[in-house]
């Protein structure tokens, strides 16, 4: 099984330092195991699967959460700005100044959602 290393320095200039810092180590560490596991059983394919099934487990466990904390925000994101348009509505008639903080309400959304994937 021969992959590609990741690249330290797309690495930062994508998550920055630290989390790239924590990306390499995970990948370091997973090699180790990856090679202790073929030292201790050999190259056979059932063994390893069998040895990495609680780890693949873990990995869609964590992806779900990943997703559904994804679409809380969302979710989130949508009664805030549903709220704060029907306030606006309620207390200012005028369609400029509607349109107005709605586009600025999008634009923080849009940032702050970008920001959270991310990571």
Not at 13 to 24: D, E, F, N, P, T
Not at 31 to 48: C, E, M, P, T
Not at 52 to 80: D, F, G, T
Request: with cysteine; proline share 2%.
């Amino acid at each position: 099984m021969q992959t590609e290393k990741p690249n330290k320095e797309q690495l930062t200039r994508k998550y920055g330092a630290q989390v790239a810092s924590k990306l390499l180590s995970i990948d370091a560490d997973i090699r180790l195991l990856y090679k202790q596991a073929v030292d201790s059983v050999g190259h056979d394919a059932a063994r390893i699967t069998q040895l990495a099934e609680p780890l693949c487990q873990y990995v869609a466990e964590v992806e779900m959460q990943r997703r559904r904390r994804r679409w809380q925000q969302l979710v989130l994101c949508s009664a805030v700005i549903i709220v704060l348009l029907s306030g606006l509505v309620a207390c200012e008639t005028s369609y400029r100044f509607v349109c107005a903080v709605t586009r600025i309400l999008w634009i923080k959304v849009d940032q702050s959602l970008c920001t959270s994937y991310c990571c």
